[in-house]
């Protein structure tokens, strides 16, 4: 398998090997966009890639990877996952050798750790080196720093300054004045640092690389009457997939054969098994507990819902949240102004020790790690539970929302209505009615519709042929039967219900609406023929998560329902919220936009293809993905892929936490280093000291940034 793989004509997933802080992914990226016939890149730290969308005529690899190694990094010439064309790929037996090995060096960096300043702090290190000859201790310096100092040095050349550059000037001044001890400790703790930033962001990918792992690397595949075990990669839409007891179903697909208990909690984060059996539907890895299954593949790959579940999370970071933007424009001045630090201490005191403590103790990385890593363990926490997230800044929107719009129909409901009352008209029968309107949706998506079909279904009615239909988005639908014009209006029946039988039709809507029921108008070349009541169970547990929402924050509170006034009423005020009925998907957005206008932060939650406008539109739209269309799972910047509304003030908590969580790390971080420059300015923290303490921060927050992990949902 290759490092490089094309999606399309113009877009590349690049594989980047090096990349350990956030300041990497700016140097990739600075790097790739510079090329010409490159119009956009992201560089991702999680899944340690380059999403790359060029002009295949202008820019290659061959280009992408000189630029890379330019930037001091590498595009390996082959790779274990090849980006989002494919799912990643549990880590090779050596990539866990080289952790289990980092563990070790770690300890053995504490032990010298400890050694090193007890020693420094006794004046014991000084009795030690002063019998190595200076030249002697220099090559001791540039062998054990080198790996560093290149990495400056090739920065410098593209006059960048990175994190290590006023720490190699600090090791210059401790040699200038003759202390290569003091020097060697400090590229010590450089690596020491590296080591720490390392540890911390390889924590941030794990999530990632958890739920990477559990992709199905083989497919048992039917050709003929043989079973033959292909990779998953070459497995077709349209192939039958035999999945065995205990194995991990490969493929988004329907069953056509056998029963099973399936496991979906890895996926969706629900906890109980589901039986399935012919007809029902499966997705990708997804494990068959009990029994055995023949899979007719639907999606595979990148395209099931799984592989749309990394997509979302490896992406996330494209999204980055405006907390961080002002991150990275603070980081990006601290190290001049650090230098500025260093120059006033020099001049002011003539002391180069203390000036090499300044330039040592500054941490710039922690300032660029205090938020992508707290964004990314909360995207990965939710990951794990079936809420995608698509990216830090929608987590940070969510933290700051308050309000929470909502649609009815398969989002606060069940989504399965179902079909309670047929009033014919004009001569009609209630078979007869009840064929032309199950004709007529016969191709539609709407749950009503689904209503109306599956009582007809009940009924064992005969359906004709639906000829030239049309989906009227928040009216109903549209169709041609044995050459007449069939009308099934959801919404904004009542101007439909007028002429021959119009007061009969009007007087039905009205009683089947005051009893909370979602009233529908079937019309035959425009005359009324009768009227059709659909009812919806409320989700049970809508009441105490919009409660908690409340409590969560959020002031205001309204459900978006294109149905009538009447029936949006009844459920309205049985969880006391606002309510606005009859509704088009502009008028949704409109009321989305209103708000937006005055100053609030919207978030919008629906399932549906009418939703999907106003999901894009909101700040923060939240599609109940499982059941939702596909259309809506895209528009929307947050997935439940479990329909369970209990997520939802789980999804609020989780915001607000990771915000403060972050807050908490920028606000450590700058006491730390304001702290570190202080003293060492003042000469009260020797260079030995000041390297020690710069590689702290990182792993400070590392450990207040994993609590995200155990976040309860």
């Given at each position: 398998m290759t490092a490089l793989t094309a999606h399309d004509s113009s877009v590349l997933d690049v594989p980047i090997a090096g990349m350990d802080c956030a300041e990497c992914t700016q140097h990739v990226q600075q790097a790739i966009a510079a090329l010409p016939g490159v119009a956009a890149v992201d560089v991702f730290l999680s899944s340690e890639k380059a999403v790359v969308r060029l002009d295949p005529a202008r820019?290659?690899?061959?280009?992408?990877?000189?630029?890379?190694?330019?930037?001091?990094?590498?595009?390996?010439?082959a790779a274990v996952g090849a980006g989002r064309a494919a799912v990643p790929a549990r880590l090779a037996p050596y990539a866990v050798t080289a952790q289990r090995l980092g563990l070790v060096v770690g300890a053995a960096f504490g032990v010298v750790l400890i050694v090193v300043v007890v020693g420094e702090w006794f004046g014991l290190l000084a009795q030690l080196t002063d019998r190595v000859p200076f030249p002697v201790g220099l090559l001791i310096v540039l062998v054990a720093g080198w790996p560093i100092f290149r990495r400056v040095l090739r920065a410098a050349w593209r006059r960048q300054v990175i994190s290590h550059t006023l720490m190699t000037l600090g090791v210059v001044a401790a040699l200038a004045v003759g202390q290569w001890a003091t020097a060697a400790v400090v590229v010590l703790f450089m690596h020491v640092g590296n080591f720490a930033e390392n540890f911390t962001t390889e924590r941030s990918r794990r999530a990632l690389k958890n739920l990477a792992a559990l992709a199905p690397q083989t497919a048992r595949v039917m050709r003929g009457h043989d079973e033959i075990d292909l990779p998953v990669g070459q497995v077709q839409p349209g192939d039958v997939v035999v999945v065995r007891p205990g194995e991990a179903i490969p493929v988004d697909g329907d069953v056509i054969a056998g029963q099973a208990t399936v496991d979906q909690a890895a996926l969706t984060g629900e906890p109980l098994p589901v039986e399935v059996g012919p007809g029902a539907g499966v997705l990708a890895a997804s494990l068959a507990r009990l029994g055995s299954l023949r899979v007719r593949a639907t999606r595979v790959g990148a395209a099931t819902t799984f592989g749309r579940v990394i997509q979302l999370v490896e992406s996330a970071e494209a999204h980055r949240a405006e907390v961080q933007r002002v991150a990275d424009v603070f980081s990006a001045w601290y190290l001049p102004v650090v230098a500025v630090i260093a120059a006033l201490t020099f001049l002011l005191r003539r002391d180069p020790l203390a000036t090499a403590a300044v330039l040592v103790v500054a941490c710039s990385c922690s300032f660029a790690l205090a938020t992508p890593i707290a964004m990314l363990a909360s995207i990965g926490a939710g990951a794990r539970r079936g809420v995608l997230v698509k990216g830090g800044k929608y987590l940070e929107l969510l933290a700051r929302a308050d309000v929470l719009l909502v649609d009815k129909t398969g989002t606060l409901t069940l989504g399965q209505p179902t079909l309670s009352d047929v009033v014919p008209l004009g001569g009609w029968t209630e078979a007869a009615v009840l064929a032309l309107a199950a004709t007529a949706e016969r191709y539609s998506e709407h749950p009503l519709a689904e209503a109306v079909r599956a009582a007809a279904r009940a009924r064992a009615l005969s359906l004709g042929q639906p000829e030239d239909f049309v989906a009227l988005p928040g009216h109903g639908v549209r169709a041609r039967i044995d050459g007449r014009w069939v009308t099934v209006s959801h919404a904004r029946a009542w101007a439909a219900s007028s002429g021959a039988g119009g007061a009969e039709a009007r007087a039905a809507l009205e009683r089947l609406a005051a009893e909370g029921k979602s009233a529908m108008l079937v019309t035959c070349d425009g005359a009324p023929v009768g009227v059709m009541g659909v009812t919806d169970t409320l989700r049970p547990e809508v009441p105490a998560a919009l409660a908690e929402v409340r409590r969560a924050g959020v002031r205001q509170i309204e459900l978006l329902t294109g149905d009538n006034a009447r029936a949006a009423r009844v459920l309205a005020d049985q969880l006391g919220v606002g309510f606005r009925a009859e509704l088009l998907p502009a008028d949704k957005i409109a009321i989305v936009r209103d708000y937006q206008a005055r100053g609030h932060t919207v978030v919008m939650v629906g399932d549906?293809?009418?939703?999907?406008?106003?999901?894009?539109?909101?700040?923060?739209?939240?599609a109940m993905g499982r059941a939702g269309a596909d259309l809506a799972i895209e528009a929307a910047h947050v997935v439940l892929l479990r329909d369970d509304w209990?997520?939802?003030?789980?999804?609020?908590?989780?915001?607000?936490?990771?915000?403060?969580?972050?807050?908490?790390?920028?606000?450590?971080?700058?006491?730390?280093?304001?702290?570190?420059?202080?003293?060492?300015?003042?000469?009260?923290?020797?260079?030995?000291?000041?390297?020690?303490?710069?590689?702290?921060?990182?792993?400070?927050?590392?450990?207040?940034?994993?609590?995200?992990?155990?976040?309860?949902?």
């Open positions: 820019v290659g690899l061959a280009q992408i990877r000189a630029a890379v190694q330019t930037a001091g990094y590498s595009v390996p010439a549906g293809v009418n939703d999907a406008p106003a999901l894009a539109q909101a700040d923060v739209g939240l209990r997520l939802v003030p789980a999804l609020f908590g989780l915001a607000r936490r990771a915000l403060r969580t972050v807050r908490l790390n920028l606000a450590f971080t700058t006491v730390y280093n304001l702290a570190g420059l202080t003293l060492a300015a003042a000469g009260l923290l020797p260079p030995v000291f000041a390297a020690a303490a710069q590689s702290l921060p990182d792993l400070g927050i590392l450990a207040n940034s994993s609590r995200l992990l155990r976040h309860k949902f």
